[in-house]
């Protein structure tokens, strides 16, 4: 498993922007993490670097925010306040099937719903301090197409 350390919030969305340049078509993104810990500043450099020019904002209360003017479309998704029932109401598969960027935070209510190949990140606070801007982020790429994808995104970043 790959780890990156993070120092700023810029530094975040940069990993976000990293992503996006190395994201194709159909490319499943999981984020994890605390309240607060970085998951929609990371979608916000995504958001950035796809060429939306409005605000990215986490989709808490609305649960699927669509991005279509981007060069690649994005679906920002936010689980957290979903409940079992609620899952009918969000057509996943149909966004799934769509060409663009699936980015799912808080994926655990929807994890036997998902195909076999994604990419997920955790991150992680280094020290309790809420103020505290600094994280590591943990790569988990399911299947070859996101290993390639951890690797290139690394090395845009890195750039």
Do not use: C
Not at 59 to 81: G, N, Q, S
Not at 140 to 151: F, L, P, Q, S, Y
């Amino acid at each position: 498993m790959t780890k990156l350390e993070i120092n700023s919030a810029e530094d975040m969305q940069k990993l976000g922007a990293s992503l996006a340049k190395t994201a194709k078509p159909h490319d499943l993104l999981l984020l994890n993490g605390d309240l607060g810990a970085g998951k929609t500043t990371m979608t916000q450099g995504l958001g950035r670097e796809l060429g939306i020019h409005r605000p990215v904002k986490s989709p808490t209360f609305t649960i699927v925010r669509e991005y279509r003017e981007a060069k690649m479309p994005l679906f920002h998704m936010d689980f957290y306040r979903l409940e079992n029932d609620d899952l009918s109401s969000i057509d996943l598969e149909g966004y799934l099937a769509e060409p663009g960027l699936v980015v799912i935070e808080w994926p655990q209510l929807v994890m036997n719903d998902l195909p076999d190949e994604y990419l997920q990140l955790t991150i992680t606070r280094v020290d309790d301090s809420w103020d505290s801007t600094k994280r590591v982020v943990e790569f988990n790429a399911h299947g070859k197409r996101n290993k390639e994808w951890v690797k290139d995104a690394l090395a845009e970043y890195n750039r």
